[in-house]
């Protein structure tokens, strides 16, 4: 029996319109589709980056913006409108949890709300255990000391 340790965010979790639909709420400049800021940001653009090349933001704007981001991304309504599961992975992760102990650690702000949204899709029962950063750590410092090595563990990311 392994431990399984699922990223949320992109990876049992499609959180795209959520972000995307924030984006163009914040930056009123913006003309990019959906499809051109995921091309952007799947080749590793930066927040920051991207509102700096694109749309000329200053030192200051970017980080007026980034701390509006923080205080917005995670409001209850935004996540539970915009996110849903990625195709199949309900099904997916109940064969697994029929063999396997299966976890979460993602870098979200909140506990509840990160709580609140596995509850909405059914899986309350699915998850040994949900590992939330917070904001205040790296996922790798969350787990240190947390996991045991001596079993088969298996982490799954984006």
């Not at 699922?6 to 009123?28: K, W």
Request: glycine share 4%; aromatic share 14%; proline share 1%.
């Amino acid at each position: 029996m392994a431990n399984i340790y699922f990223d949320f965010d992109g990876t049992i979790v499609n959180s795209q319109t959520r972000l995307y639909n924030l984006f163009c709420e914040m930056c009123a400049e913006n003309t990019l589709s959906y499809q051109q800021y995921w091309e952007i940001k799947r080749n590793h653009i930066t927040q920051r980056e991207l509102l700096f090349k694109y749309f000329a933001y200053t030192d200051d704007q970017i980080s007026l913006f980034h701390n509006i981001w923080q205080q917005k991304v995670e409001e209850p309504e935004r996540i539970l409108r915009d996110d849903f599961p990625v195709e199949g992975i309900s099904d997916v992760l109940r064969n697994l949890a029929k063999n396997h102990k299966l976890f979460i650690i993602t870098n979200r702000q909140s506990i509840k709300l990160t709580n609140d949204e596995i509850k909405s899709f059914g899986w309350q029962d699915i998850f040994n255990d949900v590992f939330v950063t917070q904001q205040k750590c790296t996922k790798l410092e969350l787990m240190q000391g947390k996991i045991n090595t001596l079993q088969k563990n298996v982490f799954v990311g984006d």
